[in-house]
Nanobody
Framework: QVQLAESGGGSVQAGGSLRLSCAAS???????????MAWFRHVPGKEREGVASIVTGDGSTFYSASVKGRFTISQDKAKNTVYLQMTNLKVEDTAVYYC???????????????????WGQGTQVTVSL
């Protein structure tokens, strides 16, 4: 069973930056094969929102409208790690951020509606004025 571990969350002022990391265990799901790895965020009382995803095989990336131009998803294949660089953070970016993984086709659903089999535990991002 794959294990995903997020890190890098914290508190920052509006306009600041953070970089989140999602490390997948070496003995993970579909190791060595292309996957779809995605970042979601959740605020209590609201729907979970997909923000960015990447097809690890060819590097194709996808972003929600709310973060496009401010967030960048990237990967380090050697480290089995996906990153989310967040810049120009806004108060409304405050949430628990989760990474998730599944087969590449999961990246191609509208509004991040693909099924993701495995999820990390989440990391809190708090943006204040």
């Amino acid at each position: 069973q794959v294990q995903l571990a997020e890190s890098g969350g914290g508190s920052v002022q509006a306009g600041g930056s953070l970089r989140l990391s999602c490390a997948a265990s070496d003995s993970s799901y579909r190791a060595g094969r292309s996957n779809c790895m995605a970042w979601f965020r959740h605020v209590p009382g609201k729907e979970r929102e997909g923000v960015a995803s990447i097809v690890t095989g060819d590097g194709s990336t996808f972003y929600s409208a709310s973060v496009k131009g401010r967030f960048t998803i990237s990967q380090d294949k050697a480290k089995n790690t996906v990153y989310l660089q967040m810049t120009n953070l806004k108060v409304e970016d405050t949430a628990v951020y989760y990474c998730a993984v599944d087969v590449p086709s999961a990246c191609f659903y509208d509004n991040f509606g693909g099924h993701f089999s495995y999820w990390g535990q989440g990391t809190q991002v708090t943006v204040s004025l």
